[in-house]
């Protein structure tokens, strides 16, 4: 797994920005998503292709939750059907759903959003799109243990194999490319089970691109509590949004 990556990490492009500035864009654990472009073009139901049409950038530092929830969102109504209908990125899920707090805390000087939080708000999300039937299903990993990474493995190859449902996942992003962390909100755009990599569709759009990591990091990212910033000690976990 780890020589995988290893050479993966060998051939980015960004080679020459990492010697510039001393510290890589991706850490041992990451690769871009075009060294594993050979699964997306065999994969039959994998997510990316679907939410990449619809890829959003988080509004603020703080504001990967509402990114997240809008590509989910679009994700699951599809392309409007009339002219005059918007596609929603984050800002126009933030007006729909009306709900200060978010907004606040997602805002300038804002202190994020807690799993606990995101979870009530993508709710909220689905609700105000005309989604209500659409289910949730929250999975919060009490540790990065057999079981649980299991259970983890279970639910992105489920995911994998199904176009009726949307991924997504809460992860102190530190963890997975070394380099800022805090809590992190982003998609899964798909999972190579031959190689145990999942692919995270970063909101973060002005500093990432979509990259692949190892299924047992991610689980890592999930349970490790957040350092630094106002949510220290924050932990994470993972959702399955389905259509009805």
């Known amino acids: 797994m780890r020589s995988f990556l290893a050479l993966a990490f060998s051939l980015l492009s960004s080679a020459a920005l990492a010697q510039a500035s001393g510290v890589s864009k991706f850490g041992p654990d990451a690769a871009p998503f075009f060294d594993n472009l050979g699964y997306l073009r065999i994969a039959q139901t994998t997510d990316y292709w679907l939410l990449t049409n619809f890829y959003a950038t988080q509004p603020t530092p ?104 949307v991924m997504l996942v809460y992860f102190d992003r530190a963890v997975v490319t070394g380099g800022n962390g805090g809590a992190q909100v982003s998609p899964i755009g798909a999972y190579d ?33 957040s350092v630094g910033g106002p949510l220290s000690g924050e932990r994470g976990g993972y959702f399955l949004v389905a259509r009805p």
């Open 62 to 165: 703080n504001g990967s939750s509402a990114a997240a929830a809008a590509m989910v969102v679009s994700a699951l109504l599809g392309v409007p059907r009339l002219a005059d209908e918007q596609i929603p990125d984050a800002s126009d899920l933030l007006a729909q759903v009306a709900n200060q707090k978010w907004s606040v805390d997602i805002g300038p000087g804002g202190r994020g959003v807690t799993y606990g939080e995101f979870t009530s708000y993508l709710r909220e999300s689905l609700n105000a799109v005309g989604l209500e039937q659409a289910t949730v299903a929250a999975t919060t990993p009490a540790d990065a243990e057999p079981a649980s990474l299991d259970a983890f493995r279970a639910a992105l190859s489920a995911n994998e194999a199904s176009g009726k449902d």
């Open 193 to 225: 089970e031959s190689r145990d990599l999942v692919l995270v569709m970063d909101t973060d759009r002005e500093w990432y691109v979509p990259y692949w990591t190892p299924a047992t990091t991610l689980l890592v990212a999930m349970v490790r509590s």
